[in-house]
């Protein structure tokens, strides 16, 4: 592993009007751009904003013919400051590209426990790869702390052709400093796993019959939360939000979700879900700019008061809502070209009701 270097630069902040807007401010802010399949993110108390980049191709790097991996070291840790400087925290992560799928791994998720950043990359073979790493800054090598590709090992056993296939793919994590632990959801097994500190992995939640899990956000009542993304073809409205209990059962807390990729909730207890993209009639399972941020209000027995804040979004991968209600979503974090990935903020998205339209994100100069 070489360590990235300390760099950074300026980032121009870019500033569109989104169509549905009324006079005024705009709806949101382009917070940073340039970037490499944007995946999870994290907010520090002194404001910056850290990115899991999943990475892309290396330059001159072409696609294998066939059904081929193409494989490059180009994941990365970006971190943007309060005034839109940023920096390359940790590069140099493996980053996959299956050709079969057009699916791609790698850095997938960044949170906080006690002061200290630690990354969460996804499935993989190489050195670094499904795991939760230690960040201690842009001179040190991140540092291994829960190795699933090894724990994945151990768990597996040989097929009928005596061959070992390992199955794992870490996609989310949140922190529970109380227990000294993470919380990670595995989209290739249908698992929450605990992982220490320590590095000790453990079962926290099987989730039999969701095998395709991805996001996980801590609720108003303290519960983990995680989005059931669902599977191939992806039919709408087969996506699901459960909520995990201590025990490792869990019960579908709302449905009739098409792709849901992220959660959150904010302060008043209500609930966000990213939807990464929605089939509609056309039967494309990945339709570009067809990306929807929903909003669900607390009723009893469940959610209900569904409203559409924010669509048309292209290949949105993560969401986040500030202390200070600004919500974010990293966009362009799967199957866009490189450095098309962006960082979008909003802002008052708590006040918009049912009346107020919803806005449209359109792509186009600042």
């Not at 724990?151 to 597996?156: E, I, K, P, R």
């Not at 989730?207 to 609720?219: D, K, Q």
């Not at 409205?237 to 792709?259: A, C, H, K, Y």
Request: hydrophobic share 35%; net charge negative; glycine share 14%.
């Amino acid at each position: 592993m070489v360590p990235a270097s300390s760099w950074g630069w300026t980032l121009g902040v870019l500033i569109m009007v989104l169509g549905g807007c009324g006079p005024g401010e705009p709806d949101y802010q382009v917070v940073g751009d340039g970037l490499d399949e944007p995946r999870g993110m994290w907010l520090r108390s002194d404001g910056t904003l850290c990115v899991a980049e999943a990475g892309r191709l290396a330059e001159d790097q072409g696609v294998g013919r066939g059904p081929s991996v193409n494989r490059a070291r180009t994941g990365a840790l970006s971190c943007l400051d309060a005034e839109g400087r940023r920096e390359r925290i940790v590069q140099q992560l493996p980053y996959v590209l299956y050709n079969a799928y057009g699916v791609s791994v790698g850095p997938t998720d960044v949170v906080e426990m006690d002061g200290r950043l630690y990354l969460l990359t996804g499935e993989g073979s190489e050195e670094l790869s499904r795991a939760i790493l230690r960040v201690d800054g842009p001179d040190f090598p991140p540092g291994i702390v829960a190795d699933f590709l090894a724990y994945a090992t151990s768990q597996a056993t040989p097929d009928y052709f005596d061959e070992i296939n390992i199955v794992s793919n870490p996609y989310a994590m949140i922190p529970d400093a109380a227990n000294s632990r993470f919380l990670v959801t595995d989209g290739a097994t249908g698992q929450v796993l605990s992982a220490g500190l320590d590095g000790a992995i453990e079962i926290y939640s099987p989730v039999t019959g969701h095998e395709v899990l991805t996001g996980i956000a801590w609720g108003p009542d303290d519960s983990p939360y995680v989005t059931s993304f669902s599977e191939l073809p992806h039919v709408d409205g087969s996506g699901q939000i459960l909520r995990l209990q201590p025990d490792g059962n869990f019960n579908v807390t709302l449905d009739d979700l098409t792709t849901p990729i992220d959660l959150a909730f904010d302060q008043d207890g209500r609930l966000y879900v990213l939807e990464f993209v929605y089939a509609g009639d056309e039967g494309h399972p990945y339709r570009d700019k067809t990306g929807q941020l929903l909003r669900f209000e607390r009723e009893a027995g469940g959610w209900g008061g569904e409203k559409v804040l924010v669509e048309g979004l292209p290949y949105p991968t993560a969401l986040l809502i500030g202390p200070d209600g600004n919500v974010y979503i990293s966009i362009h974090g799967a199957y866009s070209a490189p450095g098309t990935g962006a960082i979008l903020r909003f802002k008052s998205l708590a006040e918009r009701k049912r009346l107020p339209a919803t806005i449209h994100y359109s792509e186009g100069p600042a």
